[in-house]
T-cell receptor, first 116, second 109 residues
Framework: GAVVSQHPSRVICKSGTSVKIECRSL??????MFWYRQFPKQSLMLMAT?????????EQGVEKDKFLINHASLTLSTLTVTSAHPEDSSFYIC????????????FGSGTRLTVV | GQNIDQPTEMTATEGAIVQINCTYQ??????LFWYQQHAGEAPTFLSY??LDGLEEKGRFSSFLSRSKGYSYLLLKELQMKDSASYLC??????????WGAGTKLIIKP
């Protein structure tokens, strides 16, 4: 089946620094990537939807200048958390979809971000 | 608005059967997914229903009634490794998944 590789799995960074999270579709081309954030014991919260070659669509309340998304190719999407603060500490997960195929909803393994 | 309703937590015994119910309200409907999520890990796909009825896949089965906005996940022959959160996620008219907080399933020996 479709596999999405997400790195890093865990990262600890200092407040004020930036962190980049990568998601790669290994055996398919992901025209659409979804970026989620999940706080403990809460549901997945969609942050943004990225389409290859175009600007990401951000959900209401998500700062696009703080959470930079780049989907430059059909196999790679990145999320950069800029000027990270402790409240950005969370579990970030990407999900990819292949065109309109529902089978293509595959999740990366997630990134646990801790900002100290 | 869009809404998902699942029990917050359920407890079952190893070897038994458990049914996790989900009711939903969405803007349009393009099917419903069930995902399993272990603590600290990303969700993994379990099932997808788009037509009414029961879909069986090994120990797991999923049922959908579109007219009632209702689905359930049935887990048979429960194993300790089935302890996880189970997420019901309908897909709306924009093909976006709508997420609830999920049901935490605790399996006891």
């Amino acid at each position: 089946g479709a596999v999405v590789s997400q790195h890093p799995s865990r990262v600890i960074c200092k407040s004020g620094t930036s962190v980049k999270i990568e998601c790669r579709s290994l055996d398919f081309q992901a025209t659409t990537m979804f970026w989620y954030r999940q706080f403990p014991k809460q549901s997945l919260m969609l942050m943004a939807t990225s389409n290859e070659g175009s600007k990401a669509t951000y959900e209401q309340g998500v700062e696009k200048d703080k959470f930079l998304i780049n989907h430059a190719s059909l196999t790679l999407s990145t999320l950069t958390v800029t000027s990270a603060h402790p409240e950005d500490s969370s579990f970030y997960i990407c999900s990819a979809r292949v065109g309109g195929e529902v089978d293509g909803y595959t999740f990366g393994s997630g990134t646990r971000l801790t900002v100290v | 608005g869009q809404n998902i309703d699942q029990p917050t937590e359920m407890t079952a015994t190893e070897g038994a059967i458990v049914q996790i119910n989900c009711t939903y309200q969405t803007s349009g409907f393009n099917g419903l997914f069930w995902y399993q999520q272990h603590a600290g890990e990303a969700p993994t796909f379990l099932s997808y229903n788009v037509l009414d009825g029961l879909e069986e896949k090994g120990r797991f089965s999923s049922f959908l009634s579109r007219s009632k906005g209702y689905s359930y996940l049935l887990l048979k022959e429960l194993q300790m490794k089935d302890s996880a959160s189970y997420l019901c996620a309908p897909m709306d008219s924009n093909y976006q998944l709508i997420w609830g907080a999920g049901t935490k399933l605790i399996i006891k020996p």
